[in-house]
């Protein structure tokens, strides 16, 4: 197995909000997209992903489930008692996907609209669940994935850690064998690279490659937010 991580700024953004962690030994990878202004969101963002690769135990064994519950929470109540510590930070808050590999079993886990693809038979297929406002919009069948892609408001979350005691999670496990290669992502590639691409670059270009080539599209592309990748290949 490889990881290979970039973040960068994008064109339109001041600073970077983003912030990925990589435990290489537990097998344990995390983006964190922060939001809430200028030095708040990347706060938000850092406290999140270290508290989450601090505060990681587990023996490879049984159900991630409540692992990952007791992390998110844990994460969520750091922002928490910082902003309370720190009222100029009041309205911070960040998303977070993360994957623990766990012998066979890959765990896929999200609060927001951060991203994890597995490459599946040469095929993109994403494994976390949006928490955003046109992914709610797509489950009424108010507008179609499609639409959802070019909709005005698609940065809109409607879940994150640090806001309030209660976030909405998405948690699934795979099996690992199923996928050559992993995407993590904040909505900086997201939002501005299409799947269809993201597929291609996976497929064509060595893993060392594959975060550089990714932001420098998203870049071409707009670069209207902060853009995080870690690669995986398996």
């Known amino acids: 197995m490889k990881a290979v991580a970039l973040t960068d700024v994008g064109k339109m953004r001041e600073n970077n909000e983003d912030f990925y962690m990589i435990h290489p030994s537990q097998r344990l990878f995390v983006i964190a997209d ?4 200028y030095h708040a969101g990347e706060i938000a963002a850092e406290i999140a992903a270290k508290s989450i690769v601090s505060a990681f135990e587990s023996d490879g064994h049984g ?22 510590d720190h009222p100029d930070c009041r309205g911070m ?12 079993a890959l765990w896929v886990v999200n609060v927001g609209d951060s991203r994890c693809y597995g490459l599946e038979d040469g095929k993109l297929v994403q494994l976390t ?17 499609e639409e959802a892609e070019r909709h005005p408001d698609r940065n809109i979350v409607t879940s994150a850690l640090g806001v309030d005691q209660k976030f909405d999670v998405f948690i699934k496990s795979f099996e690992l064998k199923s996928f050559s290669h992993l995407l993590l992502c904040s909505d900086g590639l997201s939002n501005m690279v299409s799947a269809r691409k993201i597929e291609s670059v996976l497929k ?13 599209l998203a870049n071409q592309f707009g670069g ?10 398996l």
Do not use: C, Q, W
């Open 224 to 233: 209207k937010d902060n853009i995080t990748v870690i690669g995986i290949a």
């Open 34 to 37: 922060g939001m809430g202004g």
């Open 63 to 84: 159900a991630f489930e409540k692992e990952a519950m007791r992390l998110l929470n844990t994460a969520n109540e750091e922002i928490m008692t910082y902003v309370m």
């Open 93 to 104: 808050g960040t998303t977070v996907v993360m994957v623990a590999i766990l012998g066979d």
């Open 204 to 216: 064509e270009l060595p893993i060392e490659e594959v975060p550089t080539h990714l932001v420098s």
């Open 129 to 145: 669940e949006d928490h955003s406002l046109v992914a709610e919009l797509v489950k009424m069948g108010s507008i179609s994935a």
